[in-house]
């Protein structure tokens, strides 16, 4: 790989290249690596950050949420959130080699069998579970350790059933479990969740040890840059410009192009920013894998989406693809914590001083110790069913409620909507798949995430450029649909009756003020301190979504942009219904499954145009 830092000057760039991926996140860098597996492809990836430099703060589990390796993220402020508290808030997105991945908090679930059955069912054939289930196997070499590191019972699972063996990202469990941990596990139980030992099977739904994306024997980060970029560094045919921003994908001579155009349409380009203004040809694909916020405004510069966005932005359409920026989903997460305040409780919020310093030398010497632990060791996803004898009330409510949409979705958004809905009240009554999540940390964070988010936004351009003054609005709506709210308000419910159990109490939490036993029972007042916690779970999704035309889709099954020849995106924009599960597992799989259908394209037939609207303005 040859790796062209941030040189400030004419890029040394091939004439051109088979395939160019802008971003190198997971999206960005699965496909980049797949592809020059075959040494007489070419490919370019173009990264806005830089390769991290693999300190501390970016490699050691321990340090997640302590010391973040800020400099890798960029943050992106919301629009006031209107259902909320009218206030704005911030998401954070990786500027990396890596992208998101050099800063997550490693957790990695798949989600359920029902949540993948539904993107088939949602219009995508061949995107069932088990069409699926070959790709996450295919990313991962999942080991979890046979001998019990800390003292008490892991209750994982051991064997390697429906894992993978092979593949790039490294999945296991840390040498150390805090003791809160089980004090956790042990009083979920109390109140009738059962144990998973494996929430990756496709039953996502009990409590358990959460799996990472992190290295069993060096006990590190694993990563999209580990995964797939580190072992590729050999192949003379893949290269990868470092500090350079993408701003518009071109069509026609030298773009992605419409079928009213006179140009090849393999003749593909894009525009790159860098101290010299440079354009850049590809022969076969430009693929967008700038993640969820960024790729749908690119393609909007570029005169790809609603036409009426476009049009008020000055923006030469192209093609009218209303869903550009659209069905925008997250996991609407509060962050409560209930301070441990029982005397002789180790948590990381201790790791300071000489301990830390002997904690640091314990890891850096032997891989064991609390540095070898990411910040979520254990999570419990509720079945709804199992919280609430109110049951069929929220269905109710999840059914007849208005979602409050955006006032910008056309009918075919609209439409698209309804047959998400569908699936998600089926998924809220199933006992395999999660209402809510709740994730333990050892100082006793217990964060609620809404796990089907019946709410919908949006991301759209301010300005014609994507470095223009206005950065682009970015609105998920949380709780624009009430019944997010509700589920939301449920976990903290359970949360009141989870710290009452022995296990728990044993560590005497104290609730933050307004989320205490009688606020618990107060769901007006708990409510509105809620409403203003509520904030992102960092898993932005859906605004290049697979699904129908007639449903908002953008991308059809095999990734490609309506109305075009060789343009695809593949990235976490693309999932149609987002998971209830953390989502960079998914989106691995996502990315390493349409590899055969970019490379058939070109190996056998012209591929076809594949619908879309084109602007005859
Ligand atoms: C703080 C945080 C914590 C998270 N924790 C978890 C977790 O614990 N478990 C989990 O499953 N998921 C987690 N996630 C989510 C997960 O990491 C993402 O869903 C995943 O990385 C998305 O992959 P992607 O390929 O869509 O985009 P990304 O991985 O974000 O990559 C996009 C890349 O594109 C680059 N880019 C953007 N614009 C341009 C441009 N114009 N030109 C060139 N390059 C560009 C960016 O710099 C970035 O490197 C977390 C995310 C964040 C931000």
Redesign the pocket.
Known sequence: TRIIPDSKGKLPLQDGYDYIV???????LVVANRLTEDPSVSALV????NLDDRAEDVSIPGNIGFE?PRRY??KVKMAEQEFLDGKVRI???????????I???????RGSVADFDAWERLGNPGWAWSDILPYFEKSESYSAPVKNVSGAQPLLHPVAGNHGDRGPVQVSYPNYYYNQSYNFLDGIRELGIPINEDPNSGNATGASIVPS?MSGKNQSRAD?RTAYLDPALERPNLHLITG????RVLHGNGGATSSNSTHDPRDSGLR?TGVEKTTISCRKEVIL????I??PV?LQVSGIGPVALLESLGIDVAIDLPGVGSNFQDHPTLQPVYEYTAPDIFTAWDIVGSTRDAVRQEYLTNRTGPWTAPM?NAAAFAALSWVTDREEDILNEAANATANLPPSYDSTLRAGYDAQRAELISMLARADTPAYEVMSTSWGQLAVSAMQPFSRGTVSARSAS?FGNAPPLVDPRFCAHPVDCRLLLLGLGFNDRLIRTPPMAALAPVPPPGFGAADARNETALDEAMRSKITSG????GTTSMLPLEHGGVVDPSLRVYGTRNLRV????VIPLIPG?????A?YAV?EKPLGLIVDDYNTDESEETGGRYYQG
């Open positions: 802008v971003g190198a996140g997971i999206g960005g173009i990264e806005a950050g973040d993220e960029v998401f954070s997105q990786g500027k990396a080699v890596g992208g998101s991945t800063v997550n908090g490693l957790v990695w679930t994306s999209a350079y921003s993408v701003t790159v894998a700038a993640g969820a960024i790729s690119l979520v994507v960092f898993h932005p999704s593949v990235d976490a924009g599960a953390h989502i960079q597992a989106v990315a």
